[in-house]
């Protein structure tokens, strides 16, 4: 997430949950369902919206 929010615009997940986080062979993280994904430039300060999954959203 860290590489992705440093990307211009910044890459916005808006899921990230245990299901849609995949470990490979050498053990190397993988994010999967960018279907909520959406980017933020730099104007933009705030994320409005709910959107994701209801348990694993920030408060």
């Known amino acids: 997430m860290q590489y992705l929010h440093g990307q211009k ?3 916005i997940h808006s899921d990230l949950k245990p299901s849609n986080i995949f470990l490979d062979d050498a053990m190397h993280v993988r994010v999967a369902d960018f279907s909520y994904a959406w ?3 730099d104007e933009e300060k705030a994320l409005t919206g709910e959107t994701g999954t209801y348990a ?3 408060p």
Do not use: I
């Open 39 to 41: 980017f933020l430039s």
């Open 9 to 11: 615009p910044k890459v």
């Open 56 to 58: 694993y959203m920030t």
